[in-house]
């Protein structure tokens, strides 16, 4: 058993180029993957305190390399609070990705969309969120790093390149207020209404948290949402999981694109 840290692994496997930029992959959208250059594949089950997936269509694997010029440290597949009750199940990822060396993060998920017209298979940049769980990954901390300014969370500067890259893409991007449920179950029509009347565009069950450790941390993040669905109530469609791995897919080619016109913009910052 190697008595390196997650960081120290990552490193050495960087070699020459190690990751500035972290990214967290959604359900559905490990495909972007494949568009890592210099791939190199480190599973969970090698780095110290990264999770045991347990979501199908979360593979457990980091993929460092390059994506539109910029070294990249990309996690395909999360740790969420529904699996064992723990809001700071990616506490370790996160801290690992800065002690690499990486200074912002790229949070993406699947999410229920509440706006008419942004639909399955669209794209929504996160502009806030609002913390439904009730809970939050920071329990416990030492003060007084602990009480963390979430204004402008979501880093002013990344929204505008995203909306600028979309534009230069000629992908649609919806933006809004993301609310954060614990899940592992879906919403009631009545909770989807009062998400809406709290300010809400889209729901989920991850990605809040990640901001939450990512800000604590000082890290510059930016999150998207790859809608699948829309909100419990909001039309006839059963909700399952199924349905959001293959709506997921409809949004991936635009979001590819979408992110390596990001990262190419960083690149050449
Ligand atoms: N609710 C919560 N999480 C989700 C949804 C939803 O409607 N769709 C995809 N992830």
């Not at 994506?67 to 009750?85: F, N, T």
């Not at 700071?88 to 229920?112: E, F, H, V, Y």
């Not at 059963?238 to 590819?256: I, V, W």
């Amino acid at each position: 058993m190697s008595t390196k840290n997650a960081a120290e692994i990552i490193l050495e496997a960087a070699g020459d180029t190690p990751p500035t930029f972290g990214m967290v992959l959604g359900s559905g959208l490990g495909a972007l993957a494949d568009a890592v250059e210099d791939a190199k594949h480190i599973p969970y089950a090698d780095l110290p305190g990264f999770p045991k997936p347990t979501v199908q269509g979360h593979e457990g694997q980091l993929v460092l390399g390059r994506l539109g010029g910029v070294s990249i440290a990309m996690m395909q597949g999360r740790a969420h609070y529904y699996e064992a009750g723990k809001a700071d199940a990616m506490k370790g990822p996160i801290r690992s990705l800065q002690a690499a060396g990486c200074k912002s993060l790229l949070l993406t998920n699947a999410a229920g969309s509440l706006v008419k017209g942004a639909g399955p298979g669209s794209l929504m940049l996160i502009t806030d969120h609002i913390n439904f769980a009730g809970t939050s990954p920071l329990i416990g901390e030492a003060a007084p790093t602990r009480f963390v300014d979430l204004i402008d969370a979501y880093s002013p500067d990344y929204r505008a390149q995203l909306h600028e890259s979309a534009r230069q893409q000629g992908v649609t991007l919806n933006e809004g207020v993301y609310m954060w449920f614990s899940g592992p179950n879906f919403e009631t029509p009545a909770e989807i209404r009062a998400a809406k009347i709290l300010g809400a565009d889209a729901v989920g069950m991850s990605t809040v948290p990640e901001v939450i450790l990512a800000r604590h941390l000082g890290l510059k993040v930016a999150a998207l949402s790859i809608i699948t669905n829309y909100g419990a109530g909001l039309d006839d469609m059963p909700l399952s999981h199924a349905q959001t791995m293959e709506k997921a897919a409809l949004a991936a080619q635009d979001f590819k694109k979408l992110a390596i016109a990001f990262f190419e913009g960083q690149a050449n910052d």
